[in-house]
């Protein structure tokens, strides 16, 4: 065989897409490693994503502002652009139906939160 001078250890992980929420466990029995490489579907043409971002928009409204819009539902996965979100406005049920894509290739679906911005807006209901 060959002498290396280095560890190579191959470790495979169950949450790429989402967030990698595995990793704390790795690293609670092993040391960090020095370098890292994650190929992605379409290896070697795709060796990552376009880029995942999780924010969170916080503003303070007046309570009347928005109290006859309902919780808006739907597919929270990161790998995917969603494809069905449902809400209520004033009781009556809204739902839009988009296309589901990948993360890494979001035009190729119809991305719901969009639609349903673009509907309660084009409706007036917002």
Do not use: W
């Not at 989402?18 to 992605?40: A, V, W």
């Not at 795709?46 to 309570?63: C, F, H, M, Q």
Request: glycine share 8%.
């Amino acid at each position: 065989g060959i002498k290396l001078k280095r560890t190579i250890r191959i470790i495979f992980g169950t949450d790429e897409e989402s967030g990698s929420t595995d990793i704390p466990m790795y690293l609670s029995e092993e040391q960090p490693p020095l370098f890292g490489f994650t190929p992605d579907c379409k290896y070697p043409v795709v060796y990552g994503e376009r880029g995942i971002v999780n924010y969170k928009i916080t503003t303070t409204l007046p309570a009347s502002e928005l109290a006859h819009l309902g919780e808006i539902l739907g597919d929270q996965a990161m790998d995917h652009v969603p494809d069905l979100l449902e809400t209520t406005v004033n009781g009556h049920l809204i739902n839009v139906i988009g296309k589901r894509s990948p993360t890494n290739a979001p035009e190729m679906g119809i991305n719901a939160i969009t639609l349903l911005a673009k509907k309660l807006y084009k409706e007036d209901l917002v």
